[in-house]
């Protein structure tokens, strides 16, 4: 039988991960540094510590890439760690309808989750290109981005912009052999989904814990999913498995949007 090398390494890749302490995060960090890459892991606090295959090569920084500065160092660092994977991840959530979302809340959520999201693929795709690297670069988009809702206004136009960049970088970063794919996760569990819940609950008027329960109910599949479902896309969209695979949203969703 002939020996195919294992199409998920990482060996000898370097890859960057924002929102490294989150929920989807920490499981890609681990995905990632299971495979053998080199991983550069950044959020807001002090590191999460995880004890797991190839913690030893993650080393971690924290920015607030909300933070004027903070983006500027983050994105300098981003350039220093010579990328060949982005799982560009970071973004916060918040409620509200048109009538009442307010542009505070519309500066915060396109803040993080569309003006430091393209700062930092901007930063990793100079860098792939100096560098003559033929990488990957991962948008955390959301089902959120595929239409929007009453109640959620500004974070559904934020994900709707990451789809939307996927699209034009993977299209001018092709001649470089440069691919851009988005995941859109559904309702994936992590501590995103106290925050979630808890509005929910007073946007709606529910128990808490309820709105949780009821959208892992209706998933098709019928539950919510867990961060290593969204990492192992990510696996895939990082590594040669996926090499003619671009400028496509992946919906991780157990079902949820149909397209
Ligand atoms: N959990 C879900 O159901 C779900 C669904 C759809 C899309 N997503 C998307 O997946 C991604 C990860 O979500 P998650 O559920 O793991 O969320 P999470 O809240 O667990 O993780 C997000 C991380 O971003 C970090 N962050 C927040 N503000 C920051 C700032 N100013 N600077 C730097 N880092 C900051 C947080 O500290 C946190 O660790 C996000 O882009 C989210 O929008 C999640």
Not at 4 to 14: A, E, N, S, V, Y
Not at 203 to 219: D, I, L, M
């Amino acid at each position: 039988m002939t020996n195919h090398p294992i199409p998920t390494d990482l060996t000898g890749k370097t890859c960057i991960v924002t929102g490294a302490n989150g929920g989807i995060g920490a499981s890609a960090v681990e995905h990632f540094a299971a495979q053998g890459a080199q991983v550069f892991a950044t959020d807001l606090g002090p590191q999460f510590t995880g004890d797991f295959d190839g913690a030893d090569r993650v080393s971690y920084q924290a920015f607030n890439l909300l933070d004027a500065d903070g983006l500027i160092n983050c994105l300098a660092w981003i350039k220093s760690a010579d990328p060949d994977v982005l799982f560009n991840n970071a973004a916060i959530f918040d409620m509200g309808t048109v009538l009442d979302a307010d542009l505070a809340q519309y500066d915060r959520l396109f803040g993080l989750n569309v003006r430091s999201f393209y700062a930092v693929m901007q930063a990793a795709a100079q860098s792939m290109v100096a560098q003559n690297r033929a990488g990957s670069i991962i948008n955390l988009a959301s089902q959120a981005g595929h239409r929007g809702e009453a109640l959620v206004a500004h974070y559904c136009a934020t994900k709707a912009a990451v789809i939307s960049y996927t699209q034009s970088a993977a299209l001018a970063l092709a001649p470089h052999h440069i691919r851009v794919n988005a995941i859109s996760p559904g309702v994936i569990d992590t501590p995103m989904w106290q925050d979630v819940d808890a509005l929910f609950a007073k946007f709606e008027n529910k128990a808490p814990g309820q709105k949780k329960r009821e959208v892992g109910e209706a998933v098709p599949l019928g539950h919510m999913g867990s961060p290593s479902d969204v990492a192992g896309t990510a696996l895939y969209l990082a590594s040669d498995l996926s090499s003619y695979v671009t400028a496509q949203t992946l919906c991780v969703d157990g079902g949820n949007v149909l397209r």
